[in-house]
Nanobody, 123 residues
């Protein structure tokens, strides 16, 4: 099964921007075979959907809370997905994870979570 490594998080102020990356590696189906998504988990809360992009990279979906501020993209040649986050808000503070996605949820059967990348937004 493919493995994913998230990076790019950090401590920023409200209104700042960050760009997260998700690099895929390992055996199994190639990165370009999956619709991919970003998910996040804040302390004391369940993991939630943030954004997803289809196999081609031409179609995407976003949670209402990030629509208009975040942009998801992918580069299948580099086996990498990105999340450009603009106008960050304190409520965006969470650990961000990437995973194969289906219908705004984690693809059934996926269980190889990476360590995620911490995003902390101060007011």
């Amino acid at each position: 099964q493919a493995q994913f490594l998230e990076s790019g998080g950090g401590l920023v102020q409200a209104g700042d921007s960050l760009r997260l990356s998700c690099a895929a590696s390992g055996s199994g189906r190639t990165f370009g075979s999956f619709a991919m998504g970003w998910f996040r988990q804040a302390p004391g809360k369940d993991r939630e959907f943030v954004a997803a992009v289809d196999l081609s990279g031409r179609n995407s979906a976003y949670a209402d809370s990030v629509k208009g501020r975040f942009t998801i993209s992918r580069d299948n040649r580099r086996n990498t997905m990105y999340l450009q986050m603009n106008n960050l808000k304190p409520e965006d503070t969470a650990v961000y994870y990437c995973a194969p996605a289906f219908n705004r949820a984690v693809r059934t059967g996926f269980n190889s979570w990476g360590k995620g990348t911490q995003v902390t937004v101060s007011a």
